[in-house]
């Protein structure tokens, strides 16, 4: 037990040669007190304090060490502690309090381990810690790796410290505690009593690095997987405690006398570069872009930076959301019960003890809903069976949703199991289980290429999932009416027109009787096209069955497991080229997991191939791509919509062409880019040339070349940190392939006060739409955005809207806002020239005397687009957004940890509406990419359970995580007649390109693999986490750990990709 009250203050006693520490003192006060100590003492006396700070500058985040004490971090002796093993190789001693009086005990690997012997006796609680200083001739050093560089629990840490013989080195004292490697904390005793008395050299090293790995064994099955990564964590953590022991007494600590014949070994200049670890950066960044014409007047401010009009209302929680609507009368909250079965039949469901729990009203059924359950193969609420762990039940609906959360645990479902349970694409395979139809695309003669060509190059990509993480989480309130059965609803959506018939088809009313409302929504990427309607559909029922308003808020685990996300992706490819680089001949074939139901799987597919050859002419070329049906949640649209994953097949496929022809990668990317006015795959023609442009411009905005030949000589001097750099090429497709997607209308009244109120079917998702929606509306009414107002969207005021997705929901909006204004200005020219010096105003007041309508509706019919796939050709697209990214990054053999030094982009945005919020939708954009290339990886268990689904064990970017340098232009002087002022749709367009730091982290891999004489074309897994970047780094310490024959356990997690 700790008291959550500072007990003692931080104190150094003048009578004990250390510091004393308040169990009650947050990690903040601690890391400021050990600050203060270590700029008052010599060095040689704050060798633990040091430690302590370095890792309390990466623990969790700012203000969860605000509010955490080093008592109750001490007192939950985690394994993944960051503290504990320092303070357990430290000495540190816990100072308990009692009636008895005051107790020590050591804070040793007894008391971390449990034991009763070694604990607090009841009645005790922990007062204070106490933390010798250090001593001359003694050493403290501390390491972690976590899957990103703050906010996240380490995968390994560590904490050693030697002290030597005065004046020799030779070992004296030692202890090595660990992290993350069992279930406590763990202390290498029997090692390091075992190197007692030994010098600190190469001999000794190897002989440590064995017993460690004796000594700390971990299970092929241990919990959280990444066996072979931790145990060689353990390993390469000494060996840069020893470089860094070893550069100490070569430089700080005066050698011993030849007499001794005693030397310090010496570090070669090239293995130096093993000690330090990477340092958390503000980064900086300039963003550039196009200046208005000098002629436009100044209240016009289409392509000004204006601000997201929510933007402050966002950062000070002013903005409101679907949750932060009060509550409203009578109102119940509904929880789901979902299934804990991958594929089994339903028995029975049995809801007695749950009904009999206070509060709870009642529990809703399939059986309760009036018409329509959903789809024959995606039900709303199971039927007979499940697919799929998450797969929802039923749903319980009570008083409070503490009441309903704690009655789904007593909701009680029998199941009978069935096979087969598919989890992973390469079982799907072989149990031929498929979503759709293949989809293929093919030109030339791909069979006959590969016959003539140099080389042939066949090789494998797996791309992970990836989950949403909106902010919030999904979310919907109904409330019914008193009277011919109306609802209202307010929903987190991106299509509120989907929610709404669904809701019809569910209920069996009219579509008119439902109004969906959506005021904002917190982030959506895609997750909140399909799914918010099925859980507007349950809450629904409840609502109509029980004739109380319904609020259904999922939590961030049942979100995260319940609804899906980007589809996971195995890629082959088989690629002909001339040793020049050039390529012949490319075959392309992806599987896509796609869970248990069809949802977006087959639209996916088909934008997947559709996007497939991103850039490049290739004359000869094959296509395919194909959607597992797996017992996985079903996943769904994401940004970018499969092009993420396939181009990093492609992209892929060219890095290979490159190492076999011994070429840069982006001399085989400009030598198969296309280069004049042609078309692609599927016959639809377009001009190359801003892509060509955005490729030269980031080049030259980067100063690629010259930092290519710096990376090369950094990575010949350094052996164990080495340097990447990679720049590729995106031609992204903006819309939907289908011409009744892109229709749009808008509303727009004129108060006769002057004032104005927008509204149309797009849906604020943080992108700024709104913002850009007045924009139109300002310039076309020729009136400040001041005095222009956007409410909502809703269903009753823009009917049979489409989805805010695919990039276009500013074009085709922005159209139909467009359209309406120029209706009513049409209205009001008699009015202007009979009082042309009238204010606004003036003349508002004297069209309504006039009894000229001072409301229109205006339409936009869409691009026209369309695809034939037995043909294999069409317009898919209304146009294109080209862009080119550079990255370079700096990697860490011994651990995988990688910082981003330097990202230059250039996008082809024409004329931007609002270069402020379309630059910050590039960042956003390419920020999310990373995420999905570099740190979030989702595990799910042997029985089809998602074990990441929270912020602890799934990864998004952080501030931290952005590039040292991140600069953003966009491409001056570009036209295009089709869109509205000529701008264009940037809302997903940067996530791939984001795939710059993925082939620059594997371009470091592939020099330390050269360096080390391995092959350096290898299977490319994404993301580049550091378990997979320090594996493919293999050296010594990689070879020398014990491998599990697979056989002979079960894996904590296994691969869905």
Not at 658 to 675: D, H, Q, S
Not at 956 to 966: G, H, L, N, Y
Request: charged letters at 25%; aromatic letters at 8%.
């Amino acid at each position: 037990m700790v008291m959550a009250a500072l007990l003692l203050p931080c104190q150094r006693k003048p009578a004990f040669p250390g510091l004393t520490i308040g169990s009650g003192c947050s990690l903040t006060q601690v890391k400021d007190t050990l600050a203060e100590i270590i700029s008052e003492l010599p060095e040689e006396k704050t060798q633990t304090y040091r430690a302590l700070l370095k890792h309390l500058q990466s623990l969790a985040g700012q203000q969860i060490r605000n509010m955490a004490t080093l008592g109750g971090h001490v007192m939950s002796r985690h394994c993944y502690s960051d503290l504990n093993p320092i303070l357990s190789v430290g000495s540190a001693v816990l100072n308990l309090l009692s009636e008895e009086g005051l107790r020590q005990i050591p804070l040793d690997g007894q008391f971390l381990a449990g034991l009763v012997s070694a604990d607090l006796k009841p009645g005790e609680i922990l007062g204070s810690v106490y933390i010798p200083h250090s001593q001359k001739w003694e050493f403290v050093s501390a390491f972690r790796q976590a899957q990103c560089r703050q906010n996240a629990l380490p995968e390994v840490n560590a904490a050693m410290r030697v002290r030597f013989k005065e004046g020799t080195d030779t070992i004296q004292e030692l202890s090595i505690a660990y992290g993350g490697v069992g279930p406590s904390t763990t202390t290498a005793h029997s090692t390091c009593q075992r190197l007692l008395g030994r010098r600190w050299n190469a001999l000794t090293l190897d002989e440590a690095c064995r017993l460690l790995l004796d000594e700390v064994s971990l299970p092929g099955s241990a919990l959280g997987g990444k066996v072979d990564f931790r145990r060689t964590l353990i390993v390469s953590f000494f060996f840069k405690f020893y470089l860094e022991v070893l550069q100490e007494l070569t430089v700080g600590v005066t050698p011993p006398e030849p007499a001794d014949s005693q030397r310090y070994p010496e570090i070669a200049d090239r293995f130096r570069s093993a000690l330090g670890e990477f340092q958390v950066t503000l980064p900086q960044g300039i963003q550039t872009y196009q200046k208005v014409d000098s002629h436009q007047p100044l209240q016009d401010p289409v392509g000004r930076p204006i601000m997201h009009l929510s933007g402050l209302k966002h950062a000070t929680g002013e903005a409101i959301f679907c949750d932060d609507i009060p509550r409203v009368d009578n109102e119940l909250f509904m929880a789901l019960v979902t299934s804990t079965r991958a594929h089994a039949r339903i028995i029975s469901i049995d809801s007695s003890e749950a009904l009999d729990l206070p509060g709870v009203v009642d529990v809703i059924t399939a059986e309760d809903i009036p018409g329509t359950n959903g789809d024959e193969d995606d039900k709303l609420l199971a039927v007979d069976k499940v697919l799929c762990v998450g797969q929802v039940i039923c749903a319980v609906v009570a008083e409070t949703d503490i009441q309903a959360k704690r009655a789904t645990d007593k909701i009680k479902v029998t199941y009978e199991d069935l096979k087969p349970v598919i989890f992973t694409i390469e079982d799907a395979i072989k149990h031929n289980s498929f979503l759709c139809p293949e989809k293929t695309l093919e030109q030339g003669n791909v069979e006959e290429a590969f016959e003539n060509v140099d080389q042939i190059v066949e090789g494998e990509v797996h791309v992970g999932g990836q989950e949403h993480f909106y902010m919030e989480t999904q979310r919907v309130l109904v409330i019914p009416k008193t009277e011919d059965k109306e609802l209202d609803m307010y929903v987190s959506t991106q299509d509120p027109a989907h929610v709404q018939k669904t809701v019809s088809s569910t209920l069996n009313i009219p579509i008119s009787r439902i109004t969906c409302h959506v005021k904002r929504v917190g982030g959506g990427f895609g997750g909140k096209v399909a799914r918010p309607a099925v859980f507007g559909a349950i809450a629904a029922v409840g609502a109509v069955k029980t004739g109380h308003p319904i609020r259904l808020v999922l939590d961030r685990e049942d979100d995260m497991l319940i609804t899906g996300g980007r589809h996971p992706l195995f890629g082959k490819y088989k690629v002909g080229f001339m040793n020049s680089g050039r390529i012949k001949a490319l075959d392309i074939r992806c599987y896509l997991n796609g869970g248990c139901t069809l949802d977006d799987s087959e639209l996916v597919t088909e934008f997947l191939v559709l996007k497939l050859e991103n850039a490049y002419k290739i004359r000869n070329l094959r296509l395919r791509g194909r959607a597992c049906m797996t017992n996985l949640p079903s996943n769904t649209a994401f940004r970018g919509f499969g092009f993420p994953q396939g181009a990093l097949v492609t992209e892929s496929c060219i890095t290979a062409v490159a190492a076999k022809c011994g070429l840069p990668p982006e001399k085989i990317r400009e030598k198969n880019m296309y280069k004049t006015v042609d078309k692609t795959i599927y016959k639809q023609a377009f001009s190359p040339e801003p892509l060509i442009r955005c490729w030269k411009e980031c080049l030259d905005k980067s100063s690629f070349h010259i930092r290519r030949t710096q990376v090369e000589e950094f990575n010949k001097k350094n052996y164990w940190k080495k340097r990447g750099i990679a720049v590729v090429p995106m031609k992204f497709s903006v819309g939907f392939a289908a011409t009744s997607y892109h229709q749009a209308a808008a509303l727009v009244h004129i108060y006769t006060d002057g004032s104005v109120l927008v509204a149309h079917g797009g849906n604020e998702l943080g992108q700024g739409i709104h913002t850009k929606m007045l924009q139109v509306a300002s310039r076309e009414l020729r009136i400040p955005m001041s005095h222009l107002h956007v409410c909502e969207t809703s269903t009753a005021t823009v009917p049979n809207t489409v989805a805010t997705a695919a990039s276009i929901g500013a074009d085709v909006n922005g159209r139909a806002v467009q359209d309406a204004c120029q209706i009513l200005l049409r209205r009001l020219e008699p009015i202007i020239k009979k009082n042309p010096e009238g204010s606004w105003r003036d003349w508002i007041e004297a069209a309504f005397e006039q009894r000229i309508s001072l409301s229109a509706t205006g339409y936009f019919r869409g691009y026209k687009a369309f695809m034939d796939w037995e043909k294999g050709e069409g317009d898919p697209f209304p146009y294109y957004v080209y862009g080119a990214a550079c990255s370079e990054v700096e990697i860490d053999c011994l651990t995988g940890a990688h910082r981003k030094i330097r990202t230059d982009i250039v996008m082809d945005a024409c004329c931007s509406l609002n270069p402020a919020i379309d630059v910050g939708q590039i960042e956003g954009a390419f920020i999310q990419g990373m995420g999905l290339y570099t740190t979030e990886e989702l595990h799910y268990s042997p029985e089809g359970v998602l074990y990441s689904r929270s912020p602890n064990e799934y990864k998004i970017p952080t501030a931290a995580d952005v590039p040292e340098q991140f600069h953003v232009s966009l491409l001056p002087s570009s036209q295009t007649p089709l869109t509205i002022y000529s701008s264009k749709g940037l809302g997903e367009s940067g996530m791939f390109l984001a795939s710059s730091v993925f082939f620059a982290i594997a371009d470091a891999v592939a020099a330390a693999r050269r360096q080390r004489d391995l092959a350096e074309d290898f299977t490319a897994r994404s993301p580049a986490t550091p378990e997979r970047v320090r594996m493919a780094c293999a050296d010594q310490f990689t070879d020398m750990i014990p491998r599990d024959d697979p056989k002979t356990f079960k894996p904590w997690s296994i691969p869905i990709a």
